[in-house]
């Protein structure tokens, strides 16, 4: 055990190996791998495991309520953000649409999910609070001439007003009826905006630019940028929103009504509200849509369209805004790259194939229902919390790792 | 003036009569059991009082105010606080939010100031580490500081009892309704929940009306008892005088 001391028992060969590896070059260095040891002990002493481990576990009641609870959380929150800055550069024309329609689904989702998962009442007619988040805004720029932050607002709050109105019978339907109730209003939304004339009618509208000011988006890069700030907003909000008085309001009526009546929650209020605050964020997806698909037309906000919101949420997972936004992602993504799957490498022509033989060739599109009904699933099946179920197990997995 | 005061109350679900006329008068500070036979209608005297039904005739007033068939969460804005048969927890809710939930009559912050507070300063931020304190030292009362953070619905039932009673608490309530606070528990747990009863009169100042089948406790922590059968108040009086009521005796043991 002296060699370590002793540098000429080391091969002269070895040492000049070990001085060109790059890598070993770097940690070698203290001054190098200070920052990191430091980033990681400031991040280390404050994560759950640590402070269980030394009895450290509150030091402020605002700590609960904190956007990012530890450093762990908000180390990852800044590197989230950083991605979320970079990622348009790296990607082309094509993507960046996509990741806008995802950015637009997740504050849908988020706004479904506030209904669904938290206060526990069904929606199959939330492609019609969309609709009315289109129309709204277009038809406010086009023939109001308002400014788009307004006609987004006015989107935004419009819709919540129809929600108000929809969550009144609310009180009295329940489950299927309530489903039935919502599903009517989703149909009869789309029917009365595509007979008419003012909106358009069947054809539809030309949604004008976005613009804030002097700024105008052009390009998918502008309007990513405008789409993901209002993304970012919205979610943060309803982060804090279901971590204060009224979220909690809204999971007390979806796990015992009599109960939260008896603390206090007037029932009646907090469900039209939840059926607003939820309208309210479809509308402003709704608008957001309009602008980034540049038209709109009545055809498009079908039933099928509020299914695929319902599926984002149970995909992602009920009662969870990261759930909101996987099941929004993943949904998305799918929707779309399924849609091309002919184009794929090897599967696409095998797929092709079997299609000519057995079925139509035109039946190959459709190929996308019957994978994302299969993920359902699936889902439902193995996993009842959603991809936010996955994510936990992950999650204590690696915490307790090493065991 | 008696803090709640009920006048010749019925109530008739069809044709079932299920309170013939009841009447009774709570004093502030007093803990009140009701008892009687399965049927006899104490739960509906509950639920009566916190709004959950709408008696068919007959008045109900607490503190000077009518309450008569208004909402539960009128009531629960006056200061009645209830608790159960059973349990009505929020089961996808830890014990701190189910707490947090007494507290709800007591804070304010709406939609907009819940949904953007970006620091302590806030005042939904404030407001929210205040009742937290609040609830904190509920949690220390009843000392289920091990369960503070567990989903209720994965606890033992006689800590999901506690819960709810430290849920009601946490309201600060005037008036405490115990539905059988003390129904599934073991001895042990009955004799602290009879400590607790008396440390929740004196501690907080609360007014209690029980219904309880456990009579050593009732007869125990009791300063007045009402007995009741098939709706009908038999009688109403100390520990002691009701112990001895020959109709009562009738009620529970049948006649000779």
Known sequence: ?403 | MALLSIQNLWVSFGGLVALHGVSMDVEEGRIFSIIGPNGAGKTTIFNCISGIYKPTKGKVIFRDREITGKKSHYSAGMGIARTFQNIELFGHLTTIDNLLLGRHIHMKSGVFSGAFFFGKSFPAAREECHHREVVERIIEFLEIEAYRNSLVSSLPYGIRKLVELGRALAMEPTLLLLDEPTAGMNQEEKRDMMFWIRDIRDDFKVTIIMVEHDMNLVMDVSDEIMALNFGVKLVQGTPEQVRNDPQVLEAYLGRD
């Open chain 1, 1 to 403: 055990m002296t060699s370590r001391k002793n540098n000429s028992v080391i091969p002269h060969a070895l040492q000049v190996d070990q001085k060109n590896d790059l890598f070993i070059l770097f940690f070698r260095r203290r001054e190098a791998i200070l920052p990191i040891a430091n980033l990681l002990t400031w991040v280390g002493k404050d994560s759950e495991t640590y402070r269980c481990l030394t009895m450290d576990m509150k030091r402020d009641y605002y700590e609960d309520i904190q956007l990012c609870k530890t450093r762990t959380a908000l180390v990852l929150t800044i590197a989230l953000f950083c991605c979320l800055m970079i990622i348009p550069f790296l990607l082309g024309d094509y993507n960046i649409y996509i990741v806008n329609l995802i950015a637009i689904h997740a504050i849908v989702a988020i706004g479904l999910n506030i209904l669904v998962g938290y206060t526990g009442q069904i929606s199959l007619g939330h492609a019609g609070f969309f609709a009315i988040g289109a129309y709204t805004s277009v038809l406010l720029m086009v023939k109001g001439g308002v400014p788009f932050p307004v006609a987004l607002l006015a989107a935004g709050f419009v819709s919540a007003g129809f929600g108000f109105l929809l969550g009144l019978p609310s009180l009295r339907l329940e489950g299927p009826y309530l489903a039935i109730a919502t599903l009517g209003f989703g149909m009869a939304v789309t029917q009365i905006i595509s007979h008419w004339d003012f909106a358009g009618g069947h054809m539809g509208l030309a949604a004008p630019k976005m613009s804030i000011g002097p700024f105008v988006a052009d390009t998918g890069l502008e309007q990513y940028a405008i789409i993901m700030s209002v993304a970012a907003i919205m979610t943060i909000a309803a982060i804090n929103l279901m971590k204060t008085r009224v979220g909690r309001a809204l999971v007390a009526i979806r796990d015992s009504e009599i109960a939260a009546e008896a603390m206090g929650v007037n029932v009646l209020k907090y469900k039209t509200l939840a059926f607003a605050i939820s309208a309210f964020y479809t509308g402003v997806g709704g608008a957001l849509m309009a602008f980034a698909l540049a038209h709109i037309s009545a055809g498009s906000f079908n039933l099928i369209l509020s299914i695929t919101f319902l599926a984002m949420i149970i995909v992602g997972g009920l009662g969870s805004i990261m759930g909101s936004i996987l099941g929004a992602a993943l949904l998305t993504y799918l929707q779309i790259k399924l849609q091309v799957i002919q184009e794929a490498p090897i599967v696409g022509p095998i797929l092709l194939d079997i299609s000519k033989r057995f079925f139509t060739a035109e039946g190959l599109p459709n190929i996308q229902s019957i994978i994302i009904g299969g993920i359902m699933i699936g889902i439902v099946i193995f996993e009842p919390l959603g991809m936010r179920g996955i994510y936990l197990r992950f999650k204590r997995y690696w915490r307790m790792w090493p065991f």
